[in-house]
């Protein structure tokens, strides 16, 4: 089965990606005939830039999602493969777009449970390897890329895989807050000084909103709250506030995130600098609650919030049905916490108790803290090599990354006005010059490491 | 639980060993109520050489068989503790001696299914984990140490998780050739060569007299073979030939490997310089049939074989109850023919389809041929560290392994004169002077390890 793109949501070339299928092993850890079943692993590739044979192959490890949508918002791996005459492959992640293992049992307890970071990583080990065998390209080079969960997946491939990865770069991979390291408080507090950094009058109409919110739902007065939202219906309990609350946050956080020079169709339809937008409307009246309200959720600015509630939702444990919940059960930890003193936000605390309870009843899963510094490395890089940390400062998550190089060949790049993995996005005019200069970088790096790999497998031949 | 050794089986000091028990996580991959389940691991410790929370921990990373075996045949490991004032470890590997996960239901399909090198190696990371924080142990460097299978698992814990283990000191372990590279003849052709070294003579009459086996079989002259291998009842087709003449191929392959300067009560009980014994008993008359027997299977040398026997036969997949065979039929490639050019036994082709039907009519499981090379990196290990690979020019299993330096911290060390891991043996008086050597060598290198990760990990303090 192909099909052909012929789209690029990032404005980049077109590289006419091809979509595949490839035969995957079901449970890379267990040998017994249910192990041994396979399903349909999606892949998307293109050889209109290769070298045949020789030029190095750069393979996207699929994060929690449809591969399509990041194949066609990393322009800047297409670019790159056009200049060193590279082999592009986008890997889907199982469990994600259409490589479900069991297709539409694919979410059920026990199914689910061949959801996990070792097998994804497994997955793109075996997928290299036996794709290489098949395009006679055993003497190309790998790169791996990924942006987020992603780049955290390309970190592991690395650390975890050198024999068949020669280097990865790593866009605003937070690998180290969700392993458990550094501080809850700093994800909203990044957020909040993004909005902090385009006027302090923002950030403060921002507080004065949520406490309007909390003195009415105090008073119980649910339906100014439903008129000042325009809500279906009122709220009726302080639960129904917490989840409004963690919404609007919601919204504001990923604003952050896409806080790029040029309006994104990457996670819904974003404007130029959104945040900058944001804070135009929370400043333009008096009514903070309407203004609240048209910055998050209403104005033609946050459709998205509507169109892509499922995806935002899934962002903070609140929809039953988004798998990437599962992984935020079991390895991976995202227990941020707001408490409005150090981000604007109203007070909601994510323990690691609210998580067990969470996770043991919607997926009867146990998380096991500790797990994925212990597998993954956490902070112990210093025997890895070949690897790229950028991060963006507008990022929320770029603190939770590696912001500082730990070694000639563990390069931390930051890039100044940048927001999440921006530079794997396509060129843009509008792009900052740090994002320019970074992706330079980059490019140079690569090529480096894909002559050094080139040397060790001529070795082997 | 605790249990004190009272014997030390190579000769060196006692260490009182304590015996104990870790709660260790069933299934380190799926994170279902299953998957959360524990179960008793055995492990052996000893503190009494420990400069307490300061030295380092030597751990031995347990393989296939009852933890105090290994813990009383490797004396090298608490004489180095004594000089280095280290913390001394011997874990038992899950499915094996004590540390069954479902107890006596541990063989049957599906339990078995949790025995895995990637379970023993998570087995192995957890538990140095845990008890270094539970013994004040956080900032003491890890060395882990095997021989064998137990140096394959050396290997991988320090590939795999160099964040946790500083180095690993890996004797006689075959990591190529289990990984399918390299030449299927070379094992029993380097136990062929074992016994033409002592002399030519003895591979001339071992050749002779399988080949008058060959004789009687074939004129089905069955009795005659009875008699002289004074079976319990007579040979009935081809196919007790060839077990036949695999129990006495195994036979000769224990005393390569065992073939030590000194009495050992490792795998049974061997007498000094076996292979030398052996060929004094195949060349003292003129019946070889009858010295064949006497050398592989009846005398006081032999014993071996018939208290042996299972152990004997899990090397070779004979036995249907020991587990070792599941390994081999999943991850661990074992396909070592006989062929009688190369070496001096009867033609036993062991292909991956042989291997492939017999791991499915027996386990239930199907090998995948190529999965431990890019699980455990192959030949493809320039990128790692500090590990030094052991091996006696006696022992077959050497040439399966790394023999020459990779770089400066991949120090490939051989032992002239040496059989399986004797390094990690104890010290004697009949030691050749290239273990005593060797064992030099491996204590400074195990020093500038632990010097060196020292450093590192009070750089996080």
Avoid at 403 to 422: D, E, K, P, Q, V
Wanted: glycine share 6%; hydrophobic share 40%; aromatic share 12%.
């Amino acid at each position: 089965i192909t099909v052909t793109s012929n789209q690029n949501y990032d404005g980049s070339t077109d590289p006419q990606f091809t979509e595949k299928f490839f035969t995957q092993t079901l449970d890379h850890f267990n040998f017994n005939s249910m192990g041994n079943g396979t399903f349909n692993q999606r892949y998307l590739i293109t050889d209109q830039y290769w070298k045949k044979g020789y030029g190095p192959i750069f393979f996207y490890t699929g994060n929690e999602g449809n591969i399509w949508d990041f194949a066609l918002n990393s322009g800047f791996i297409t670019e790159l493969a056009a200049q060193q005459r590279a082999l592009v492959i986008f890997a889907e992640h199982r469990y994600y777009g259409e490589s479900l293992p069991f297709g539409n049992n694919s979410f059920s307890v026990p199914q689910v449970s061949l959801l996990t970071v070792e097998q994804a990583l497994a997955d793109y080990a075996v997928m290299i390897t036996e794709l290489k065998q098949q395009l006679g390209a055993t003497d190309c080079p790998v790169i791996v890329f990924g942006g987020s969960y992603g780049g955290m997946l390309s970190v592991y491939m690395r650390i975890k895989y050198p024999n068949i990865v020669a280097g990865a770069l790593a866009a605003s991979a937070p690998i180290l807050s969700t392993a458990g390291l550094g501080d809850s408080r700093q994800f909203f507090r990044d957020v909040t000084a993004d909005f902090e950094s385009v006027a302090p009058e923002c950030t403060n109409a921002v507080r004065g909103a949520f406490h309007q919110l909390k003195e009415l739902s105090e008073r119980q007065d649910y339906s100014h709250i439903q008129a000042a939202f325009a809500l279906c219906k009122p709220p009726s309990s302080p639960q129904d506030i917490h989840q409004l609350n963690g919404l609007l946050r919601n919204a504001f956080t990923l604003m952050a995130m896409l806080d790029y020079p040029y309006s994104t169709h990457f996670m819904g339809n974003m404007p130029a600098n959104p945040v900058k937008v944001a804070c135009k409307t929370m400043l333009r009246g008096l009514d903070l609650l309407v203004n609240l309200r048209d910055t998050a959720g209403k104005n033609s600015l946050c459709k998205f919030l509507i169109k892509y509630i499922l995806f935002i939702l899934k962002m903070i444990f609140n929809d039953p049905s988004a798998t990437v919940l599962l992984q935020a059960c079991t390895e991976i930890e995202l227990c941020y916490e707001s408490n409005n003193e150090t981000d604007m936000f109203p007070p909601m605390a994510f323990t690691k108790e609210i998580r067990r309870l969470y996770c043991s009843k919607r997926w009867a899963v146990v998380p096991r803290p500790g797990w994925l510094k212990i597998q993954f490395w956490g902070d112990a890089l210093s025997t890895a090599s070949n690897i790229i940390f950028s991060n963006g400062d507008l990022d929320p998550w770029a603190n939770g990354g590696v912001r500082r190089s730990l070694s000639s060949s563990l390069t931390a790049l930051n890039i100044s006005g940048g927001a999440h993995h921006l530079d794997l996005r396509g060129s843009n005019e509008a792009d900052p010059v740090s994002v320019v200069s970074a992706r330079k970088t980059e490019a140079d790096l690569i090529a480096q490491w894909v002559k050094m790999e080139r040397t060790r497998l001529q070795k082997f031949v």
